[in-house]
Structures are given as C-alpha cells and as structure tokens.
C-alpha cells in the first residue's frame, strides 16, 4: 500500500514534491493504490514510482516524468497527459480509456493488455513500446510513432493510423485492423518512405500494405549480426518446420549499423513463435561461437605465456654465459661453430675429443 507520508508530500504541491525528490534522489516512492483523481499534477517527477492501482482519473499530468514508473492496473481515465513522458514505464492492463497522450512520449514503454480505447495518442512517440494485446480500439493515433512497436494481438477496430509510422512494427494475424482509419502512412521514421507515395490509399491498400508484414517477421539487430549464428539458427528452424515457404526475404543495412532481417512465414503461421526460436537460438548459437573464440583466445594467450617464459630463461643463460670467463665463452662458440669476436682467438682452443 500507498506510503502516507509520500501522498501527504505529492498532495502538497508538484514544486514542493520535485524539490523533495531532488534533495532525496535515492528514495524508494511508493503510491500503491493511492486516491490522486483530480489532481493537478502538471510537471511532476514521478520517475521510478510504484503507481500501481492508483486512481488518476482526470489529473493533469501534461509534461509529467513518468520514465520506468510502474502503472500496473493504474486507472487514468481522461487523464491528461499531454507531453508527458512514460518511456520504459510499465503499464500493464492500465485503464487509459479516453486518455489524453497527444506528444506523449512512451517509447519503451510496456503497455501489453493495456486499456487504451478511444485514448488521444496524435503525435505520441510508441516506438519500441509493447503493446501486445492492448485494447486501441478507437484510438486517434494520428502521426503516432509506432516504430518498432510490438502489437501482436492488439486491437486497432476504428482507431486513426492517418500519417503513423509503422516501420518494422511486429504484427500478427491476431491483430484487428477492423474499420480503421488511414489515409497514407510512413514506412520510415523521420516521415520517410510514404506510402501512397501521393494522396491516399484506395479502398482495401492499407489492408492489403499491411498483409504483407503479416506474412513476415522482422528480426531486427542493433548491434550487428554474426552471420555463422544466424545461419545455424535459420537453418534449424527449416528443418523443425519442415517448411519450404520459410525464406529470408530481404536483408537491409541499416545506417547505424544494425540489420533488419526479413523472414516469409506459412500462411497461419505463429509468427511471434517463429521469431521467438530465431531469436533464442540465434543467441545460444552466439555464445556458443563466442566461447569457443574465448577458448581459442585463450590458449593462444597460453602459448604466448611459455613462448616469453622460454624467451625469458634464454636471456637469463645468455646473461650468465656473459658474465663467465672469456675461456667458457671461447669454448662454447668453439664447439658450436661461433665467432668469439674480441674475447680471443678460436685457433688456440683445442677441438672436443673425436668420438
């Protein structure tokens, strides 16, 4: 449950409560299931808090901190927050029904089984967010970064989509794309890639647009790839599906130096298995082959250590061989056929024994 002496602080006034935080950046904030309806609680710090259950219906939250915050279960219904910012927040099965989140931001977010219907989403920033299963029914998402976003499952019946970004977006046959709205829509962040490429989409194009990533998954690495791995992993899923309609489609460089990696699926194919068992198997095999450089590192490294102890105990003897007297030092060069320079002649040292 709430801690009361936080409430007592937050219903005291955003500028008493942000300095608080600020003067106690190490406080564990919590606000379970807190009465906080109605509050004006523009501009406040609530970054890290446990909002779990709170009632929040119809606070003023525009331009609020609400990164990595914890709404689970939260009810916000009619809330406004405009500008603010949820990014990585947690807000499963939160009630934000006709919410206002125009130029939110909640990239990262985690809103999967969230309640979203008829929530103002213009111009809101979901790119990476997790909205699987999420109800959005109605939604205006007009120019919404859906970048992506995860939305397997989610129901989109009569949202507005017109000029949302839905680039690499994760989306399954379970998606309901019932009645939408959209006139045109951008294949790339930054408005790029529009499509139609002018005016707006005909009867059925969107629908039609959209198929096609139904019928892929998009397996996306940021940091690079190693091939090895992925091609051991692609090739156990073809042999485990016994399909020949699984094929890589397309492979795009992107410009920061990460892959987006496109696979065709069967028809009715669980699209969020097939990329969970690329994804799983992609990162055993990569530990595998990186272990195996470890160990192929280390033993180098070995070698090289007894290589510069070896090195190192030749030097010792050369040493002492130097500091001897010029007689040994003669005898030695002697009898492996050195020169001994300036310690003398080897003429006036008599051969080893004939054997």
């Avoid at 103002?120 to 299963?133: E, K, M, V």
């Avoid at 020169?339 to 054997?355: F, K, L, T, Y």
């Amino acid at each position: 449950m709430a801690n009361p002496e936080h409430v007592e602080r937050l219903k005291a006034g955003v500028e008493e409560w942000n300095e608080w935080r600020r003067a106690n950046p190490d406080a564990l904030i919590n606000l379970e299931g807190a009465d906080l309806s109605h509050s004006n609680l523009d501009h406040v710090n609530l970054d890290h808090v446990n909002l779990d259950h709170v009632n929040l219906d119809y606070v003023n939250l525009s331009h609020a901190n609400l990164c990595s915050a914890h709404l689970s279960c939260a009810y916000l219904w009619g809330a406004d927050l405009v500008g603010a910012s949820l990014s990585r927040a947690y807000l499963g099965n939160a009630q934000l029904s006709n919410a206002h989140l125009s130029g939110g931001r909640l990239s990262g977010g985690r809103l999967s089984g969230g309640h979203l219907s008829g929530a103002d989403l213009w111009c809101t920033d979901l790119s990476d967010a997790d909205l699987s299963d999420a109800n959005l029914s109605d939604a205006d998402l007009t120019n919404a970064n859906l970048a992506i976003a995860s939305v397997l499952g989610a129901n989109f019946s009569g949202a507005v989509l017109t000029g949302a970004c839905i680039e690499d977006w994760n989306i399954n046959s379970q998606t309901n794309l019932a009645g939408i709205i959209c006139e045109y829509i951008y294949l790339q962040q930054g408005q790029q890639k529009r499509r139609p490429l002018s005016g707006t989409f005909a009867p059925g194009d969107f629908a039609r647009l959209v198929q096609k990533t139904v019928s892929t998954i998009d397996l996306i690495f940021r940091n690079g790839i190693n091939w090895e791995a992925f091609a051991q992993s692609y090739e156990q899923l073809r042999i485990e599906a016994g399909s020949d309609e699984l094929k890589i489609k397309s492979i795009e460089d992107k410009d920061d130096g990460g892959f987006v990696v496109r696979v065709n699926t069967p028809p009715g194919a669980d699209n969020a298995k097939i990329q969970q068992f690329l994804e799983e198997n992609y990162q055993k095999r990569l530990k595998a082959i990186e272990d195996r450089y470890r160990a192929q590192l280390q033993a180098k490294d070995e070698k090289l250590d007894i290589y510069r102890q070896e090195n190192t105990n030749l030097w010792a003897i050369a040493q002492a061989l130097a500091t001897r007297p010029p007689s040994v030092t003669q005898n030695i060069n002697a009898i492996y056929g050195g020169n001994a320079g300036s310690v003398g002649s080897a003429q006036n040292i008599n051969p080893p024994p004939e054997p």
